[in-house]
């Protein structure tokens, strides 16, 4: 339906709900800028402008953090935001192609031609929401348990200082110990939602827990611990699964191709995760594939986490990636598809497997920003985060 009541187009009708809502944080952004960056030159009419850059324009200026938020250099202050960026650069797990360590670093800049404000989504992120970027974790490049204990940490952190986590890789091994730092912090179950080409629930491949594996340690299923008696040996993989994350809450979607889902599958079947291959959601369709999604993922669960894989869009949108795989969602069914899943509200969410290297024109970093974007707009929306009622006039 393109029309809203009184058969008013939704643009229309999104506008004036736009319209309501303060310009408080633009207007402050102007005074900091001419505080801090000095006034313009003399020949400059418009005196909004300032000397020196300080805040959203020009897009193409600037220091760049994500959305060009501000910086939280003092991470022990991450709770004074609603939302916290995170860049995690860590390939080390990857299978493939390397180059996700670049992921945050391009995801941050191509962020900048973004200022929040979405006609479609009738919401301005800019006003609605507090975001800040936490910086990068201090990943060690080439020890993937290490890693893993530092992204935990980290994740667990900003988790419990309140702040959202928008946590974006580096390569899918993250899944892990990204859960890993929420869940425990839940009272009770977590669903989880894995939109991917690929399964990514094998124990181990090529002997570690590379980007292949995050759901096989993520949820619980411990009898499956036996399938490789190795497990016993490393004194660090004692952790199968997460108490509260049970495999019937994890649901995978868009997952098809030829490449590397035999062991992954094995323990897909036998834990009971549900898996929605492509073909299943065309059949659905993205509403109807959404919709028993949410309905998995959500049942008898406390919090539901989100798991993007920038490869579930089809390489033709999005090639920069590590393990590229034809047939995969389009750019416009992939972002209906999170926002559906993001109305419910999530615990957190991580965007992977951006690989900048083998992108071009920066689309598929771009993808990932639109991935986060629509999924934060969303949750404004639904008031699950944000200030929507602070910032936003009453309809007259
Ligand atoms: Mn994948």
Redesign the pocket.
């Known amino acids: 339906m393109s029309n809203g009541d009184h058969g008013e187009f939704r643009g229309s009708r999104n506008l004036k709900r736009l319209a309501r809502i303060s310009r408080t944080k633009q207007d402050e952004e102007i005074a900091r800028g001419l505080e801090l960056g000095l006034e313009a030159a003399d020949s400059i009419n418009d005196r909004t402008i300032s000397l020196f850059s300080r805040g959203h324009q020009p897009a193409f200026a600037g220091i760049n953090t994500f959305m060009k938020s501000p910086y939280c250099e003092d991470v022990r202050r991450v709770g004074e935001y609603e939302v916290a960026f995170v860049g995690i650069p860590f390939d080390t797990g990857t299978t493939y192609r390397p180059g996700t360590r670049f992921g945050p670093q391009a995801v941050r800049r191509i962020s900048a031609i973004y200022d929040g404000y979405s006609v479609d989504g009738a919401v301005d992120l800019f006003e609605e929401l507090d975001m800040c970027d936490a910086g990068d974790v201090f990943v060690i490049p080439g020890n993937i348990e290490k890693t893993f204990d530092q992204v935990t940490k980290a994740v667990s952190h900003v988790y419990t200082s309140g702040a959202f986590p928008v946590l974006c890789g580096g390569d899918?091994s993250l899944g892990y110990p990204n859960v890993r730092g929420i869940a425990p912090h839940i009272d009770g179950n977590v669903g989880i939602i894995h939109v991917?080409?690929?399964i990514?629930m094998q124990d181990m491949d090529m002997d570690e827990r590379m980007h292949t594996t995050p759901w096989f340690w993520t949820t619980h299923g411990h009898e499956s611990a036996e399938l490789h008696s190795s497990h016993r040996d490393h004194s660090h993989m004692h952790d199968v699964g997460l108490s509260n994350c049970p495999p019937k809450n994890l649901v995978q979607m868009g997952i098809g191709g030829w490449y590397g889902s035999r062991p992954g599958s094995a323990v897909a079947r036998e834990r009971g995760s549900s898996v929605l291959t492509m073909t299943d959601i065309e059949e659905l369709g993205i509403k109807g594939a959404a919709e028993r999604a949410l309905e998995l993922a959500w049942k008898d669960a406390k919090a539901v986490f989100l798991s993007y894989?920038i490869?579930?869009i089809d390489p033709g949108f999005a090639p920069g990636t590590g393990?590229p795989?034809p047939g995969g969602l389009n750019p416009r069914e992939a972002l209906e598809l999170v926002r559906l899943i993001a109305r419910e509200g999530l615990c957190g969410m991580e965007v992977v497997?951006v690989s900048p290297p083998y992108d071009v024109n920066d689309n598929t970093s771009q993808l990932a920003c639109r991935v986060i974007l629509d999924a934060l707009g969303t949750m404004v929306v639904e008031r699950k985060i944000g200030h929507r009622d602070r910032v936003m006039k009453p309809e007259s």
């Open positions: 899918h991917d080409r690929h990514d894989d490869d579930s393990t795989e497997e």
